[in-house]
């Protein structure tokens, strides 16, 4: 079968939380022997270092404002290792040339981390802190369910993935609004932390004539 559908929904994962699905694809070739894992995900030191950075990702990404702050970090992170994910998942599976596979990856995982960016702007308007974790853990478990989906049926993982990708790029349009709230709130922070930094000038006192 043709490695593109795993493929398309690793990158979708990807751009979700890039870590988590090279963590969870890694743990899961080496332990429960999955076939289509490629063996470079499985090594101890890609686990390792997948562990400690999704750690730190999983904290930040419940922390409002921090999260969107991480999510332009992101930017380039995200779809660079939804790339890697689908260029190893071509040659592991003979099955695309590594260059287009990365692309369908790399391109995917973009669009996702984009779509997910407006989001959280979006949910980081509302002046409550859960909603925020709310979102951020219904991420999590949607990435690892579909991670494992994917290597179990790839086909329909491709097809829910893709409707994903159309509901959340539906969602951005709905909160359009809260997103320019956004970044009006974060321009107006940025001016005030600068007026406060801006410290007046003493008078001089004229001589005494």
Request: aromatic share 6%; no cysteine; hydrophobic share 55%.
């Amino acid at each position: 079968m043709s490695a593109i559908p795993l493929i398309f929904t690793s990158g979708w994962a990807s751009g979700i939380d890039a870590y988590a699905v090279v963590l969870l694809m890694g743990l899961l070739g080496r332990y429960g022997h999955m076939g289509a894992v490629p063996p470079t995900l499985e090594r101890t030191d890609v686990l390792v270092a997948a562990g400690a950075l999704f750690s730190v990702q999983f904290v930040a990404d419940k922390i409002p404002y921090l999260d969107s702050a991480s999510d332009i970090v992101h930017t380039v992170i995200r779809p660079v290792l939804g790339a890697a994910i689908g260029a190893l998942l071509a040659g592991h599976a003979h099955t695309l040339p590594q260059a287009a596979a990365a692309a369908v990856g790399g391109g995917t995982a973009l669009a996702t981390h984009l779509i997910k960016t407006g989001v959280r702007m979006g949910v980081n308007t509302s002046p409550e802190p859960f909603s925020n974790i709310i979102v951020s853990v219904i991420e999590n478990l949607t990435v690892a369910g579909m991670v494992v989906f994917a290597l179990l049926h790839p086909v329909p993982a491709a097809l829910l993935a893709a409707a994903l990708l159309i509901g959340g790029l539906i969602a951005v349009i709905f909160l359009a609004s809260r997103i320019r709230k956004f970044w009006r709130n974060r321009r107006e922070r940025r001016l005030a932390r600068q007026a406060g930094g801006v410290r007046t000038r003493p008078l001089r006192r004229l001589p005494m004539a």
